[in-house]
């Protein structure tokens, strides 16, 4: 995967950012990922880490050349063991050419969802240049999927990292990429639910619904690579 090898310059940058943007005491960070093991994460629906999963270099990623299809058993969306209500989640993402992913929070895990995306709200992860979802508005990098659409485009060329932060407070909500604050909107509300009401989520009865939930990694069937994962309780 030869994509994935990012300049030194763009490596640099990212961990300027992340310093840049790490207001709280470092202290009272949790690393969610120990660069080596899938120690605090499983299969959404139960069950280990599918094998399509990966751990290289510090990196966690989605082999997805080596498994069939999206959502087959060798890869899956992945969430955290642990459930969060207000918090401040941070990830670096690349994405592979025309590569399509997410970060999905307040996900509800029970027998009654298949998916994390049926109660979880997502941060869109896009090759903005070369997937066709880029094509819809609110489906772009950074934005509120299918709900809010970034005040403005901070995402890196395909093969660099990007910072993405998750802000969730008694109902505040924000997505910050590469340092910008890039939505913001309150939860829980009548203007979410017509929000809800006006995207592809209207049918879903518990999506949007949860106030704790987990963070889910997405299987879209691209190659994704995340790392440096962690979060605060707030």
């Not at 590569?99 to 969802?113: C, K, M």
């Amino acid at each position: 995967m030869a994509w994935g090898c990012s300049s030194p310059s763009s490596d640099t940058a990212s961990e300027e950012t992340m310093t840049e943007t790490s207001t709280p005491a470092e202290s009272e960070w949790i690393s969610l990922f120990d660069g080596e093991t899938f120690t605090g994460w499983h299969k959404y629906g139960g069950g280990e880490v599918g094998k399509a999963w990966k751990i290289e270099n510090g990196e966690l990623f989605l082999d997805a050349a080596n498994k069939d299809g999206w959502q087959t058993g060798d890869g899956g969306d992945i969430v955290t063991d642990q459930e969060f209500e207000n918090f401040h989640f941070q990830t670096e993402w690349k994405i592979a050419p025309n590569g399509n992913s997410g970060i999905i929070f307040l996900v509800n895990e029970s027998e009654e969802y298949d998916y994390p995306w049926q109660t979880g709200p997502e941060m869109q992860v896009l090759d903005n240049d070369g997937h066709p979802d880029a094509k819809i508005i609110s489906h772009r990098a950074g934005d509120l999927y299918d709900l809010i659409v970034s005040s403005e485009e901070t995402v890196k060329p395909v093969g660099e990292w990007n910072l993405a932060e998750i802000i969730a407070n008694d109902g505040e909500l924000t997505l910050r990429l590469n340092g910008v604050d890039v939505v913001k909107t309150t939860m829980w509300t009548p203007e979410w639910e017509a929000l809800i009401a006006d995207s592809k989520f209207k049918d879903m009865p518990g999506f949007g619904k949860y106030k704790k939930g987990r963070i889910a990694l997405q299987d879209h069937g691209d190659i994704v690579h995340f790392r440096n994962i962690r979060i605060k309780n707030l």
